[in-house]
C-alpha cells in the first residue's frame, strides 16, 4: 500500500540523536498521516513503514508506505507515536535515528534527518589518521553549520597524502547550480586556511543523480 511521497521534502539539519524515540513525528505529520491511513482498507490494522536506502556515495532515498503490522518482518522496530503505529526495518534504524518527520502546507511530508549517507570508499584515500580528523572537525564545526542554511552538507571521504582533500556534497548541495562555486571558494578556501598541509579539495558528487537541489 505505497504512500504518496512526491511531495516529500528532504532536509539534513546538524542535530543530535534522539536513541529512545528513533524518529519523532510532529503533531502536524500525525494529521496528515492518521488522514491517509484511514483512506485505505483495513485502517485499523496499518501501520507507516518508514524504510531508508543507503548506498555508499549516494544521497538517501525513503520509501514510505503503510503495511499491516502484523506483517511486519521479526527485525523490525515498531513504535506505537500518539495512535499511529511505525514500523521501521532494522537495516535502516542507525539512518533514521534521532530523525523528524513534519509537515507543512507548502511543502507536504518533510523529513529532517541529521544523520548521512555512508562515505564513498575509494581505493588509495586515506581517511582514518590524524590529518583526516583535523579536516573532519573544520567541517563539522566550520563548514557544515553554514551550509546547512540551504539543507546542505559536505561529506570528507578521504585525502590523497599529498595536500588534496576529497569531499561529496549532499542534501541541498547536491546537483546545485552553485556547488562548484562553494566548494570551490567557501569549503576550500576554509580548509586550507584552518587545516595545515591542506592544498585543495576536489568535489567527487555526481551532481548529474541530484534530486532536491537548492538552487536549479
Known amino acids: 500500500m505505497p504512500l504518496l511521497v512526491d511531495s516529500l521534502h528532504i532536509v539534513s539539519p546538524l542535530a543530535p540523536q534522539n536513541t529512545d524515540t528513533i524518529i519523532e513525528i510532529t503533531d502536524e505529520a500525525l494529521v496528515q498521516l492518521k488522514i491517509l491511513r484511514d483512506e ?3 485502517k485499523e490494522r496499518l501501520g507507516l513503514r518508514l524504510e531508508v536506502m543507503a548506498a555508499p556515495g549516494e544521497e538517501f532515498k525513503y520509501d514510505l508506505s503503510f503495511e499491516i503490522v502484523t506483517q511486519a518482518a521479526f527485525s523490525d522496530e ?3 507515536i500518539n495512535g499511529l503505529k511505525v514500523i521501521i526495518p532494522l537495516a535502516s534504524f542507525e539512518f533514521i535515528n534521532g530523525a523528524t ?20 570508499m575509494i581505493e588509495g584515500l586515506v581517511n582514518d589518521d590524524e590529518f583526516s580528523a583535523a579536516i573532519e572537525a573544520v567541517i563539522s564545526v566550520d563548514v557544515n553549520p553554514s551550509l ?3 539543507g546542505g552538507f559536505v561529506t570528507f571521504v578521504g585525502h590523497d597524502t599529498e595536500g588534496v582533500a576529497y569531499l561529496t556534497m549532499g542534501g541541498g548541495c547536491h546537483g546545485c547550480s552553485m556547488s562548484k562555486m562553494t566548494m570551490l571558494d567557501g569549503v576550500q578556501t576554509t580548509l586550507v586556511e584552518q587545516v595545515p598541509g591542506v592544498l585543495k579539495v ?3 558528487t555526481d551532481h548529474a543523480a541530484g534530486s532536491n537541489p537548492y538552487y536549479k
Open 40 to 42: 485505505e482498507p483495513e
Open 202 to 204: 576536489r568535489d567527487i
Open 78 to 80: 515498531v513504535r506505537t
Open 101 to 120: 518527520l513534519d509537515y507543512s502546507e507548502r511543502q507536504g511530508l518533510i523529513i529532517r534527518n541529521p544523520n548521512k549517507p555512508p562515505a564513498a
Open 148 to 150: 546547512a542554511a540551504h
